[in-house]
């Protein structure tokens, strides 16, 4: 967390280079695939908001309870028992055995950003064009509301923030 689009690139090149394997950040469409993990609904656990205490970290009643703008928020209706981020595997995985593709940070993509998916790579490699000085981030985060925390939800954001509620995943080419 609290690292820039441009700080996750720099890590992945770095663990390339150590590694001799090749790093990166996901795709916006590797990223749903792992995140929906088969599922047609909004969240890889259904459609209910409030079961996402079981499997995911956002906007609840721990955030209400220990922190203070978030009694203003419209959480779900369940406690995860983490206000802020919790430990990685803090929650259920989903059907292909991922933790945390839902909530905790949002997760910083390789694309550039792209109001919707017209002209997006059919084969699922990331998008290079549109706003680069953006990138779509995915996932909501532990400050997000219920709408921000399903596997359709994507948000575009500066390449240079850093923000507590940012993280990255990486994927590694074989």
């Known amino acids: 967390m609290c690292v820039s689009w441009e700080d ?12 001799g394997k090749n790093y ?12 929906r993990a088969g599922a047609m609904t909004a969240r890889y656990w259904g459609n209910d908001a ?12 721990a ?3 220990q ?11 369940c406690d995860d028992r983490h206000a802020y981020t919790a430990p990685v595997g803090s929650y259920r995985a989903n ?8 909530g905790n940070v949002g997760e910083w993509t390789q694309d ?9 790579p059919a084969d699922g490699s990331a998008r290079g064009s549109g706003e680069c000085f953006m990138r779509a981030v995915r996932g909501g985060s532990w400050d997000d509301t219920p709408l ?19 993280g990255f995943r990486v994927a590694r080419d074989d």
Request: glycine content about 8%.
């Open 8 to 19: 996750a690139n720099a890590y992945t090149r770095w663990l390339s280079q150590t590694t």
């Open 24 to 35: 990166r950040l996901l795709s916006e469409a590797e990223w749903e695939y792992a995140a």
């Open 50 to 61: 409030d079961r996402s205490c079981e499997h995911a970290n956002g906007a609840d009643r």
């Open 63 to 65: 955030a209400a309870r």
């Open 67 to 77: 922190t203070p703008a978030a009694k203003q928020w419209e959480g779900a209706n």
């Open 95 to 102: 059907a292909f055995g991922v933790h945390d593709m839902l």
């Open 112 to 120: 550039c950003w792209n109001g919707d998916y017209k002209g997006a």
């Open 148 to 166: 921000g925390v399903r596997s359709a939800y994507r948000v575009g954001s500066p390449i240079v923030i850093r923000l507590y509620s940012r």
